[in-house]
């Protein structure tokens, strides 16, 4: 069975730091890109960020940029996304999503529309950073 579980979101407060892991199971993340979205209430879902598989580029929302920094260990099979000086408006779910595309590159600035349309996603896990 394909599955993609997220983990350590919780409670914090602005300014503090979480880190979110996304492991696979089903899958190797070989030839995929792995990402997060995020969706606050009443809001669109957004992306975060992505990795490609095979080079390990990474790409960003400008929201994120300088604060967030995904990785990714192959040989466990999970990405993690590290979250620094977190601000009241980066509450919301996060879900990992994984999207299989030609030796698993995101595909510079298509990365959202690509990872967007993902053939895997996680259930989420919730972020809520207090002021």
């Known amino acids: 069975e394909v599955q993609l579980v997220e983990s350590g979101g919780g409670l914090v407060q602005a300014g503090g730091s979480l880190r979110l892991s996304c492991a696979a199971s089903?899958?190797?993340?070989?030839?995929?890109?792995i990402g997060w979205f995020r969706q606050a209430p009443g809001k669109e879902r957004e992306g975060v960020s992505c990795?490609?598989?095979?080079?390990?580029?990474?790409y960003y929302a400008d929201s994120v940029k300088g604060r967030f920094t995904i990785s990714s260990d192959n040989a466990k099979n999970t990405v993690y996304l590290q979250m620094n000086s977190l601000k009241p408006e980066d509450t919301a779910v996060y879900y990992c999503?994984?999207?299989?595309?030609?030796?698993?590159?995101?595909?510079?600035?298509?990365?959202?529309?690509?990872?967007?349309?993902?053939?895997?996603w996680g259930q989420g896990t919730q972020v809520t950073v207090s002021s």
């Open positions: 999503a994984a999207k299989r595309t030609l030796y698993g590159l995101c595909y510079g600035s298509s990365w959202y529309g690509i990872l967007s349309v993902g053939d895997y």
């Open positions: 089903g899958f190797t993340f070989d030839d995929y890109a």
């Open positions: 990795i490609s598989s095979s080079d390990g580029s990474t």
